[in-house]
């Protein structure tokens, strides 16, 4: 402010905020004072004579923002926790409370007659009105109040209505515990708080924007706010964690007790129908169907996931039905649903609450605390309420009772100068039994006594009286007995509301720990990545560059890692064009935490140094920061580098510059001698003299360990991913056996692009000394075969290892020592004789031990007839695994024997089946499936 701009009583608008700040002039009294008998005082002359110059007093603003502010905080935006309720919503309440008659309102007349509690517009009211009757707790809702679930929203207030329920009167309201303020205009009363028994905040969850904060309390399921009110109660520990009323399932590791900093993840429930199909049936909070369709096709558009289409099919519950297409695995795309759509979302909770006139930030362990304490301390103004009603209508019965009784009624006959002489002598009268009363007689009680109607003398009940006293007596026993216990008094009524309330409240959110998913595991391969290596670019849009090479495919999210010729490399985001530096030596994804991937590298340090070696991983870099591999002198570079994602070691022959007295010039180096150190490690020494060429002689073998792999049904293919059935770790020489369906078996390696046409049977890590049997049809002999045998290595793409005959086909198959066949078959037998002759069938098993009935041979060999009688059927029966740690179960005493010889003996070759129970089919006949 220049002087020229100072008020000319000498303060500055420094001065004033100061002065406004301190309490000393408010800017109302101010303004008031600049006026005084119609002349401008000097003191904000040219605040009024500069006309919009006045809004540059900062003194001002400050009061008016604070006014604002506070506004804003303490009567809008957050909720009190005595109640737990914002002011628009205590309104509301109040309001249905007056109406309140057992029938339903319309919701534009409870509006209506809101407004002259609420200075604000009718919109607000309806849609805090229809938020707390979505919300199935306080309000019974008729018509369309509009769906959380597809975002519909509700239809007018005049077609729709609404009463309070019946736990809302029961909980919410109680005149004579309320306090009570005048309403914004003065005309009407309405109340400070509501007196809420129950932890009302934090089981319907509230969120609001005021000036400079904001709240976030999540909501918490029904029964478990009661619970853990009575663990409160009873001195024990309870923990706290959201329930939603659209379900899914949350992730409460960070939850941090619902306090500022701490966040959630929602996850939406997702569920595999089939290979081709997924569902989305409950979604995360404050989401709906259209916010998660919408995320879906944005998602699809950026290249991030892969799907056919995507259809709402949702009602009152959510279903949003996704189908995929042939070669999407619907494993892969839950994740990538998780990782980039609204699926997953973060919900940071900020437990802010006004207490003590003034906003504060509580954990919800806190504030279930307060509400509990204040629960019980209405319960306590309740009874005492109580106990002073009974204690009166005692007190009035007991005086009733004497002045019937006494007759001091009579007194009313005699003459008097008054009516309040006559008053003044019936009170003397009946102060002669003031010891029998516990309470003063009053003038009141006098004139409640002798305006009784004559009748009421005449038809006074003395055993009436004294049972309405009885009855006063033991109400007051009770209340003071409740008074005395009040925190058990307490308990059974949070008791008493979950039982009367608790079943329409389940939990619906599921909690669950969700694993970080990475997004760059799970996008799909929407790019290519080019580099040119002689000048320097990589990116995804050098296509059309002719001296630019595809590298792989990559995802438009990916990280890229580049490595120069003069030992710098950096790690980038992928681009359409990149600029790195000339002469790349090798360009890729870079795979955040990977160890896999080992880099073998000869460097020469500085122009004239010596050559290192060295091998190491870039399992973590800073982005766009420069690094070297090298130690850092001018003219240093690589004289070989290979990437190796599986972390090969070669070898390679190296090829020094003739010098004199040098005799070896050729040597070989393998790699594989050499340990894996960290990225910035200097190396060994290869060799002090110079180095004219380095060729690869062998190429190596994985020096990690054994590396975990799975097989994704879905698509037919392994990944690193968890995605799909774990086949066991697998190192260099490590095979995978496939069987199909049909017959035949392929042995391949551990290569991730392998891809398995037809029905697999089963696959798994391939093991030569494994005895496998099976059980096939030959379609030539029409019989059935089995056969023991280990599959080979094989480098056919399929070798079929039954019989090649039409009609053949596999029936089963096991690797379980022990296993017995139930051979199923039909005899047929003829009784009578001509046309009366009858043909019926009789069914019989046979059991063959697999290991003795057939000796093991080679997986060409035929094997052996089962029988030679027709077959209908043939199972398996394999031994029961138990754990080793399981114990031996107990011998029981055998029965002696009844009946011996008789038809119903069991013969003693009958195999004896798990828990005496042979499996059987639908028919009853004896199989294993």
Same mark, same amino acid.
């Given at each position: 402010m220049?002087?020229?701009?100072?008020?000319?009583?000498?303060?500055?608008?420094?001065?004033?905020?100061?002065?406004?700040?301190?309490?000393?002039?408010?800017?109302?009294?101010?303004?008031?004072?600049?006026?005084?008998?119609?002349?401008?005082?000097?003191?904000?002359?040219?605040?009024? /004579?500069?006309?919009?110059?006045?809004?540059?007093?900062? $003194?001002?603003y400050?009061?008016?923002?604070?006014d604002?502010?506070?506004?804003?905080?303490?009567?809008?935006?957050?909720?009190?926790?005595?109640?737990?309720?914002?002011?628009?919503?205590?309104?509301?309440?109040?309001?249905?409370?007056?109406?309140?008659?057992?029938?339903?309102?319309?919701?534009?007349?409870?509006?209506?007659?809101?407004?002259?509690f609420?200075?604000?517009?009718?919109?607000?009211?309806?849609?805090?009105?229809?938020?707390?009757?979505?919300?199935?707790?306080?309000?019974?809702?008729?018509?369309?109040?509009?769906?959380?679930?597809?975002?519909?929203?509700?239809?007018?207030?005049?077609?729709?209505?609404?009463?309070?329920?019946?736990?809302?009167?029961?909980?919410?309201?109680?005149?004579?515990?309320?306090?009570?303020?005048?309403?914004? @205009?003065?005309?009407?009363?309405?109340?400070?708080?509501?007196?809420?028994?129950?932890?009302?905040?934090?089981?319907?969850?509230?969120?609001?924007?005021a000036?400079?904060?904001?709240?976030?309390?999540?909501?918490?399921?029904?029964?478990?706010?009661?619970?853990?009110?009575?663990?409160?109660?009873?001195?024990q520990?309870?923990?706290?964690?959201?329930?939603?009323?659209?379900?899914?399932?949350?992730?409460?590791?960070?939850?941090?007790?619902g306090?500022?900093?701490?966040v959630?993840?929602?996850?939406?429930?997702?569920a595999?129908?089939?290979?081709?199909?997924?569902?989305?049936?409950?979604?995360?909070?404050?989401?709906?169907?259209?916010?998660?369709?919408?995320?879906?096709?944005?998602?699809?558009?950026?290249?991030?996931?892969?799907?056919?289409?995507?259809d709402?099919?949702?009602?009152?519950e959510?279903?949003?039905?996704?189908?995929? &297409?042939?070669?999407?695995?619907?494993?892969?795309?839950?994740?990538?649903?998780?990782?980039?759509?609204?699926?997953?979302?973060?919900?940071?909770?900020?437990?802010?609450v006004?207490?003590?006139?003034?906003?504060?930030?509580?954990? *919800?362990?806190?504030?279930l605390?307060?509400?509990?304490?204040?629960t019980?301390?209405?319960?306590?103004?309740e009874?005492?309420?109580?106990?002073?009603?009974? /204690?009166?209508?005692?007190?009035?019965?007991?005086?009733?009772k004497?002045?019937?009784?006494?007759?001091?009624?009579?007194?009313?006959?005699?003459?008097?100068?008054?009516?309040?002489?006559?008053?003044?002598?019936?009170?003397?009268?009946?102060?002669?039994?003031?010891? /029998?009363?516990?309470?003063? +007689?009053?003038?009141?009680d006098?004139?409640?006594?002798?305006?009784?109607?004559?009748?009421?003398?005449?038809?006074?009940?003395?055993?009436?009286?004294? #049972?309405?006293?009885?009855?006063?007596?033991?109400?007051?026993? $009770?209340?003071?007995? &409740?008074?005395?216990s009040?925190?058990?008094?307490?308990?059974?009524?949070?008791?008493?509301l979950?039982?009367?309330?608790?079943?329409?409240?389940?939990?619906?959110?599921?909690?669950?720990?969700?694993?970080?998913?990475?997004?760059?595991?799970?996008?799909?391969?929407?790019?290519?990545?080019?580099?040119?290596?002689?000048?320097?670019?990589?990116?995804?849009?050098?296509?059309?560059?002719?001296?630019?090479?595809?590298?792989?495919?990559?995802?438009?999210?990916?990280?890229?890692?580049?490595?120069?010729?003069?030992?710098?490399?950096?790690?980038?985001?992928?681009?359409?064009?990149?600029?790195?530096?000339?002469?790349?030596?090798?360009?890729?994804?870079?795979?955040?935490?990977? *160890?896999?991937?080992?880099?073998?590298?000869?460097?020469? @340090?500085?122009?004239n140094?010596?050559?290192?070696?060295?091998?190491?991983?870039?399992? #973590?870099?800073?982005?766009?920061?420069?690094?070297?591999?090298?130690?850092g002198?001018?003219?240093?570079?690589?004289?070989?580098?290979?990437?190796?994602?599986?972390?090969?070691?070669e070898?390679?022959?190296?090829?020094?510059?003739?010098?004199?007295?040098?005799?070896?010039?050729?040597?070989?180096?393998?790699?594989?001698?050499?340990?894996?150190?960290?990225?910035?490690?200097?190396?060994?020494?290869?060799?002090?003299?110079?180095?004219?060429?380095?060729?690869?002689k062998?190429?190596?073998?994985?020096t990690?360990?054994?590396?975990?792999?799975?097989?994704?049904?879905?698509?037919?293919?392994?990944?690193?991913?968890?995605?799909?059935?774990?086949?066991?770790?697998?190192?260099?020489?490590n095979?995978?056996?496939?069987?199909?369906?049909?017959?035949?078996?392929?042995?391949? =390696?551990?290569?991730?692009?392998?891809?398995?046409?037809?029905?697999?049977?089963?696959?798994e890590?391939?093991?030569?000394?494994?005895?496998?049997?099976?059980?096939?049809? @030959?379609?030539?002999?029409?019989k059935?075969?089995?056969?023991?045998?280990?599959?080979?290595?094989?480098? =056919?793409?399929?070798? +079929?290892f039954?019989?090649?005959?039409?009609?053949?086909y596999?029936?089963?198959?096991?690797?379980?020592?022990?296993?017995?066949?139930?051979?199923?078959?039909?005899?047929?037998?003829?009784?009578?004789?001509?046309?009366?002759?009858?043909?019926?069938t009789?069914?019989?098993?046979?059991?063959?031990?697999?290991? /003795?009935? *057939?000796?093991?041979?080679?997986?060409?060999?035929?094997?052996?007839?089962?029988?030679?009688?027709?077959?209908?059927?043939?199972g398996?029966?394999?031994?029961?695994?138990?754990?080793?740690?399981?114990?031996?179960?107990?011998?029981?005493?055998?029965?002696?024997?009844?009946?011996?010889?008789?038809?119903?003996?069991?013969?003693?070759?009958?195999?004896?089946?798990?828990? =005496?129970?042979?499996?059987?089919d639908?028919?009853?006949?004896?199989?294993?499936?």
């Amino acid at each position: 402010m220049s002087e020229d701009d100072e008020i000319k009583s000498g303060e500055t608008d420094d001065e004033l905020d100061k002065r406004a700040g301190e309490g000393e002039e408010s800017v109302e009294d101010a303004a008031r004072d600049a006026v005084v008998d119609g002349e401008v005082s000097g003191k904000f002359t040219k605040v009024i /004579q500069e006309g919009e110059n006045k809004y540059k007093i900062a $003194g001002m603003y400050k009061n008016w923002f604070l006014d604002y502010a506070s506004y804003v905080i303490l009567d809008r935006a957050v909720p009190h926790i005595m109640d737990g309720l914002k002011p628009v919503q205590r309104r509301i309440l109040h309001t249905m409370k007056l109406l309140y008659d057992g029938n339903y309102n319309k919701v534009a007349n409870i509006v209506g007659q809101t407004m002259q509690f609420h200075p604000h517009g009718d919109a607000s009211i309806k849609d805090a009105l229809v938020q707390m009757g979505q919300r199935d707790l306080l309000i019974d809702c008729q018509g369309n109040w509009g769906n959380t679930v597809t975002g519909d929203e509700a239809a007018a207030g005049r077609y729709i209505e609404a009463r309070l329920s019946n736990f809302a009167n029961e909980v919410v309201f109680n005149p004579k515990t309320t306090e009570w303020m005048k309403s914004y @205009d003065g005309r009407n009363r309405e109340p400070v708080t509501l007196p809420v028994k129950f932890p009302l905040l934090l089981q319907q969850g509230t969120d609001g924007i005021a000036v400079g904060l904001n709240c976030k309390v999540l909501p918490h399921n029904f029964n478990e706010l009661i619970d853990a009110s009575v663990a409160y109660l009873q001195g024990q520990h309870f923990q706290l964690y959201p329930d939603f009323p659209s379900g899914g399932m949350v992730d409460v590791g960070r939850y941090n007790d619902g306090k500022r900093g701490g966040v959630v993840k929602v996850r939406a429930k997702i569920a595999r129908v089939d290979k081709k199909t997924i569902e989305i049936t409950e979604i995360p909070y404050g989401k709906n169907s259209g916010d998660i369709i919408k995320s879906i096709k944005a998602a699809f558009d950026k290249g991030k996931i892969k799907i056919k289409k995507v259809d709402d099919e949702s009602s009152k519950e959510a279903k949003i039905v996704i189908t995929l &297409h042939n070669d999407v695995s619907p494993d892969k795309t839950i994740d990538a649903l998780y990782a980039f759509t609204d699926c997953e979302v973060s919900i940071s909770p900020n437990t802010c609450v006004i207490k003590d006139d003034k906003p504060q930030f509580l954990t *919800v362990t806190e504030v279930l605390k307060f509400n509990t304490d204040h629960t019980q301390e209405l319960l306590k103004q309740e009874l005492e309420i109580k106990l002073k009603e009974l /204690q009166d209508t005692w007190h009035y019965l007991s005086l009733e009772k004497i002045f019937f009784e006494e007759k001091k009624y009579k007194l009313l006959e005699k003459d008097a100068k008054n009516w309040e002489t006559q008053l003044s002598d019936i009170h003397k009268a009946m102060l002669a039994y003031q010891n /029998q009363l516990q309470q003063p +007689i009053t003038t009141d009680d006098i004139q409640k006594l002798v305006e009784k109607p004559v009748r009421k003398i005449s038809k006074f009940d003395v055993k009436e009286c004294n #049972a309405k006293i009885a009855k006063a007596e033991g109400d007051m026993r $009770g209340v003071r007995k &409740h008074l005395n216990s009040l925190t058990q008094f307490t308990i059974d009524y949070y008791q008493a509301l979950k039982k009367k309330y608790g079943e329409e409240f389940p939990r619906r959110t599921e909690i669950a720990n969700f694993e970080t998913i990475q997004a760059t595991k799970v996008a799909v391969s929407n790019a290519k990545l080019y580099a040119n290596f002689a000048e320097g670019f990589v990116g995804m849009e050098l296509k059309k560059d002719e001296n630019a090479q595809f590298i792989c495919d990559c995802s438009d999210i990916d990280d890229i890692i580049v490595f120069l010729r003069n030992g710098k490399y950096i790690v980038t985001k992928i681009s359409d064009k990149t600029f790195v530096g000339k002469d790349i030596i090798h360009a890729g994804v870079f795979v955040k935490n990977d *160890v896999r991937t080992i880099y073998n590298v000869i460097y020469r @340090d500085g122009k004239n140094g010596s050559c290192f070696v060295k091998r190491f991983s870039v399992p #973590a870099v800073t982005r766009d920061k420069e690094y070297d591999v090298t130690q850092g002198k001018a003219d240093s570079t690589i004289l070989w580098f290979s990437a190796n994602p599986n972390g090969e070691a070669e070898t390679v022959k190296v090829i020094l510059h003739p010098r004199p007295k040098l005799k070896k010039l050729v040597f070989d180096y393998d790699f594989a001698q050499l340990a894996v150190k960290g990225r910035g490690s200097r190396g060994n020494i290869l060799s002090r003299n110079p180095v004219h060429k380095i060729q690869l002689k062998a190429a190596g073998v994985s020096t990690l360990g054994d590396k975990p792999l799975w097989f994704d049904k879905d698509i037919n293919r392994l990944n690193e991913d968890s995605h799909g059935l774990y086949l066991g770790k697998f190192h260099e020489g490590n095979m995978i056996l496939a069987i199909y369906k049909d017959g035949t078996y392929c042995t391949t =390696n551990f290569d991730l692009t392998n891809h398995y046409q037809g029905e697999i049977l089963r696959i798994e890590k391939l093991n030569p000394e494994k005895v496998f049997a099976a059980v096939y049809y @030959d379609g030539e002999t029409k019989k059935f075969y089995i056969k023991r045998f280990c599959f080979e290595v094989n480098n =056919n793409p399929t070798n +079929i290892f039954i019989s090649e005959a039409e009609g053949s086909y596999l029936e089963r198959l096991t690797d379980k020592p022990g296993t017995k066949a139930i051979i199923q078959f039909l005899i047929k037998e003829k009784s009578g004789r001509g046309k009366n002759a009858a043909v019926t069938t009789k069914e019989e098993n046979e059991i063959v031990d697999i290991d /003795q009935f *057939v000796e093991k041979k080679s997986w060409k060999a035929k094997g052996r007839k089962l029988t030679g009688v027709e077959v209908e059927k043939v199972g398996l029966i394999e031994p029961v695994e138990l754990d080793e740690d399981m114990p031996e179960p107990e011998k029981k005493a055998e029965a002696p024997e009844e009946n011996p010889g008789t038809p119903e003996d069991i013969p003693d070759d009958t195999p004896e089946q798990p828990n =005496n129970e042979q499996p059987s089919d639908d028919d009853g006949n004896p199989t294993l499936f």
